[in-house]
């Protein structure tokens, strides 16, 4: 069983917000795995890096959503991001000021943190979203799916 474990109860009801979720999850495991088996501080800090470069990604195209549709708590739901983010660039630095250690309370406070603030602030928004008549896709999905002015296919 993995350490953080993707499960239906995690959807939020969008597919590229639960892909993105997913792979977060993914990162998430694979520092912990990478912790556990006692790899090098350049293995880990190379993981760590990923995951909050992921981690900040994923937290723009959320608010990018939430500001397509002006939802009404984008300001707190951001504080939220910001908040996690200082956290997790804290550790980041004491990282790589030697103290490898830390690496391991990326991973749990990320797994923490994720599965909590999907099921809640997440799940909150979708909600509100549908509520509001905007179904389970937000505006604005379409545009990072395919770009401006790409070209659709015919079968
Ligand atoms: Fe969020």
């Not at 250690?101 to 099921?119: F, G, P």
């Amino acid at each position: 069983m993995a350490y953080f474990e993707w499960g239906d109860d995690l959807s939020v009801g969008n597919s590229l917000i639960d892909h993105d979720h997913q792979r977060l999850i993914a990162l998430v495991n694979d520092l912990h795995t990478a912790t556990t088996q006692g790899e090098g501080r350049e293995v880990v800090g190379g993981i760590l890096t990923e995951l909050i470069t992921y981690t900040r990604a994923h937290f723009q195209r959320e608010e990018h959503h939430m500001q397509a549709v002006r939802y009404p708590k984008l300001a707190e739901h951001r504080r939220l991001h910001q908040e996690l983010l200082e956290k997790v660039l804290e550790l980041e630095t004491r990282h790589k000021a030697g103290h490898v250690t830390v690496a391991a309370q990326v991973s749990t406070l990320l797994r923490d943190w994720l599965s909590i603030h999907i099921r809640r602030a997440d799940k909150e928004f979708a909600a509100s979203s549908a509520a509001r008549g905007l179904g389970s896709t937000y505006p604005g999905e379409r545009a990072l799916v395919q770009p401006p002015g790409a070209k659709t296919r015919m079968p």
